[in-house]
């Protein structure tokens, strides 16, 4: 009993060598799976972001041929904002970014070698009432729309009849 088979040993330490080596094989698998899974949520979470980026509807390109913001009573000269700019033969928009504090009308002249526009802009505000609460969007009122017949150069003045602290951005755009 006391005595120890030679052979007892050296299977004991080869099944210890085989264990050894069998539990870093269980190790490597269980981070390969782990690794898998990790793999696998970011291959889907590129598919979903792809797919939502995709999804995202292209806005038009805008060409602004002419833009101001009218926020600096130092922009004025006299009280009356002008500037000159080059515009292609085609039609345009005029659009407005006004607030409560905008000025209430807006005088717009376009002057040029064979063209000519006015109009007196009137801001409107229109309520929208939402269950308990209440708010007011603004638009200008006016013949937004022009129509230019050859390539030219624009004067543009802009009064806004004394009222030089309201802001406004204006700009001109290709239709």
């Not at 990790?38 to 390109?61: K, N, Q, R, Y």
């Not at 292609?88 to 000519?116: Q, W």
């Not at 009122?141 to 009064?159: A, C, M, P, S």
């Amino acid at each position: 009993m006391g005595r120890i088979d030679k052979n007892f040993k050296q299977d004991t330490s080869h099944n210890y060598g085989n264990f050894f080596i069998l539990r870093l094989l269980a190790d490597f698998e269980v981070q390969m799976r782990n690794s898998l899974g990790i793999f696998i949520v970011i291959a889907i979470s590129v598919v979903i972001s792809v797919g939502i980026w995709a999804s995202i509807p292209v806005l038009p390109e805008v060409n602004t041929v002419f833009h101001v913001t009218l926020a600096d009573p130092k922009l004025y000269e006299d009280g009356v904002y002008s500037n000159t700019f080059k515009i292609k033969k085609g039609a345009y928009v005029f659009r407005f970014v006004p607030s409560g504090d905008s000025p209430r009308t807006l005088t717009i002249l376009l002057n040029g070698k064979n063209f000519h526009f006015f109009e007196d802009f009137v801001l409107k505000g229109i309520l929208h009432e939402m269950g308990i609460s209440e708010f007011f969007t603004w638009e200008y009122e006016g013949e937004n729309r022009i129509k230019v017949t050859e390539d030219t150069e624009l004067k543009i003045t802009i009064d806004p009849h004394q009222n030089i602290i309201g802001p406004v951005s204006i700009e001109l755009i290709e239709e």
